[in-house]
């Protein structure tokens, strides 16, 4: 009977571990929801941090739709958002330390589409996510 108590009591622990676990560049970051502009653009931020890191890591879209995404660089090192999977056109968006910048893209078909940060070594040190579209 506990056992079956604990099974049924897990789920609801489960997102307040989550929302209390401290944010690594490995462990996914779902964050900033996603807007729509009165054109239909998807509009979302994107932070990039000097910890190799970005906020959010997940992101989900709806497919067919422009994602007007900025990405706030909140570190002091140059940073870029780099998306060549599931778009017509690579997709990079560079901003130095203190800076943001945009940029409008569509992903046509859904699926779950790798992005990193393509300034030297920082893919490697952990500064990539996923957006997936819908």
């Known amino acids: 009977m506990a056992r079956l108590l604990s099974l049924a ?7 307040i571990t989550a929302a209390c676990s401290s944010a690594s560049a490995s ?9 729509t502009t ?12 000097d910890a190799m890191r970005f906020e959010p890591n997940v992101i989900t879209v ?3 739709q422009p994602v007007e995404l900025t990405l706030t660089n909140d570190g002091s090192s140059d940073h870029d958002f780099a ?3 599931g ?3 690579p997709v990079k968006v560079v901003v130095r330390g203190g800076q943001s910048a945009t940029a409008t ?11 990193t940060c393509s300034q030297f ?14």
């Open 9 to 15: 009591i897990l789920p609801l622990t489960l997102p």
């Open 27 to 35: 462990a996914p970051v779902v964050g900033t929801p996603v807007t």
């Open 38 to 49: 009165s054109a239909g653009a998807q509009q979302l931020t994107l932070h990039a941090f």
């Open 62 to 64: 709806r497919a067919g």
């Open 83 to 85: 998306l060549s999977e």
């Open 87 to 89: 778009v017509g056109e």
């Open 105 to 115: 893209f569509t992903l046509d078909q859904p699926g779950t589409y790798n992005f």
């Open 121 to 134: 070594g920082h893919a490697g040190a952990g500064m990539r996510g996923t957006i997936t579209a819908q």
